[in-house]
């Protein structure tokens, strides 16, 4: 009996998918429920199980872009598991050690050179007899290289070193050589350009900046940083406090937290009464932005393991298509990478992302002396806020990065709820 292997439904806005990897090669035994293939989305990357067990045959291609339902290849039931191999109970025999097979040089005869040294040297009117174990290239395989310097120096190269003290060497592109080479683009990255592109023609965005001092962030987290993971298993980080300090922030500005939607008699303002926070995570396939759900409601310990969670499923490409929908607002952190500054773009149909950039020790205004005009300097960090100023006015906008400010420059706030 045959099974056909089809493309199980991704989810109501996933039509298809492509196909990254086989795990099961044509004419391998899998068992029912064994991971079978790879399918990227536009969204996720997940894993199809074999719906029996039974002999594999592909009937799709990496690379093949397939709907869903379609049919990829099929599984025989009808063909068993293959028997397992009886162990032998005799010792074996031990096996005398052989010696690469490298072709000795002649006096005499064919020599021991590559198609091109050869050719090369025809063209040249070079002897390769003359160069005979010499050569530089593996078992003294004469190479294009050693043509060419015989022919200027009229000597032959020096021999090359034995395998055991010999360096890993790559030959040197040719000067002038001007390569091409295209790839297809990944779903995902279709559908991160095409959300991108949206958020530029349908929002009014706009950015505002601030900047805060780490100082008191920096010298808590010093302070407790061993006793916290001791206590909670995973460490104490920034992006915590930074969550929870965005979590005040949304609820005293619930605008930067709500979406316009479509209603029956036009535009409507759809608020949220949870935080439901977006982090931006890089992944070798491209930017993904799962979702760390009511933070209102969690502890700095829960949202550091919730954050490293995320992140490792995210570069494991193990995430759900749950953990990618219905996010509040988003954070994304370009300080990881260097960044000073920059201007994050909206993640649609959301109202505000803030980004956080690199801690750079700057001199400034000491804090500890407002107004003296004495200079002090302190671990700062730019913030910027990009905000839809269809829903968000400028006055709200700052004020939400100014509240994000003050409760990292002064973090009891947190504690007190301010």
């Not at 050179?113 to 002897?127: E, F, N, R, Y």
């Not at 593996?138 to 120096?153: A, F, K, S, Y």
């Not at 700062?380 to 400010?405: C, E, N, P, T």
Request: glycine letters at 10%; hydrophobic letters at 40%; proline letters at 8%.
């Amino acid at each position: 009996m045959t099974t056909d292997i089809l493309i199980p439904t991704l989810g109501e806005s996933i039509s298809e998918g492509v196909v990254s990897a086989w795990l099961v090669e044509d004419g391998q035994f899998v068992e029912r429920d064994a991971p079978l293939m790879e399918l990227e989305t536009d969204k996720i990357t997940m894993e199809v199980p074999a719906p029996v067990s039974g002999v594999v045959k592909h009937g799709a291609a990496v690379g093949d872009t397939v709907a869903v339902g379609a049919s990829v290849g099929a599984i025989e039931e009808s063909a068993g598991a293959p028997a397992p191999q009886p162990a032998s109970t005799a010792p074996a025999a031990p096996q005398p050690e052989t010696q690469p097979n490298i072709p000795a040089p002649t006096a005499g005869g064919d020599v021991h050179a590559t198609p091109l040294a050869k050719k090369l040297a025809t063209d040249m009117g070079v002897d390769l007899h003359a160069l005979n174990g010499a050569g530089t290239g593996p078992g003294g395989r004469i190479r294009e290289q050693d043509v060419l310097q015989h022919n200027q120096t009229g000597a032959a190269p020096a021999p090359a070193p034995t395998p055991a003290s010999a360096p890993v060497s790559t030959p040197a592109p040719a000067i002038g050589e001007r390569g091409i080479t295209r790839e297809r683009m990944s779903p995902l990255r279709q559908k991160i350009a095409s959300r991108l592109v949206e958020a530029q023609h349908t929002a009014a965005m706009l950015t505002t900046f601030n900047e805060c001092d780490m100082t008191n962030v920096m010298a808590l987290r010093s302070r407790n940083k061993d006793s916290f993971l001791d206590k909670h298993g995973v460490k104490l980080g920034f992006m915590s406090f930074f969550i929870k300090s965005a979590v005040r922030a949304l609820q005293e500005f619930p605008l930067v937290n709500a979406f316009i939607v479509d209603g029956e008699n036009g535009p409507e303002v759809e608020k949220h009464h949870y935080c439901d926070v977006a982090v931006a995570v890089g992944t070798d396939k491209g930017l993904v932005v799962p979702v760390l759900r009511d933070c209102e409601n969690r502890s700095f310990a829960q949202v550091e393991g919730g954050i490293l969670e995320l992140a490792a499923k995210a570069r494991s490409g193990k995430l759900a298509l749950e953990d990618m929908q219905g996010g509040t607002f988003t954070i994304s952190n370009g300080g990881v990478y260097g960044s000073m500054l920059s201007t994050p773009i909206l993640n649609p149909p959301q109202s505000g992302i803030l980004g956080m950039h690199n801690i750079i020790r700057r001199p400034v205004e000491d804090p500890a002396k407002p107004g003296s005009g004495e200079v002090a300097v302190r671990p700062m960090m730019y913030l910027a806020l990009s905000y839809d100023h269809r829903i968000v006015d400028g006055a709200g906008a700052v004020g939400f990065l100014k509240h994000i400010k003050e409760c990292i420059e002064n973090p009891e706030r947190l504690l007190l709820e301010m």
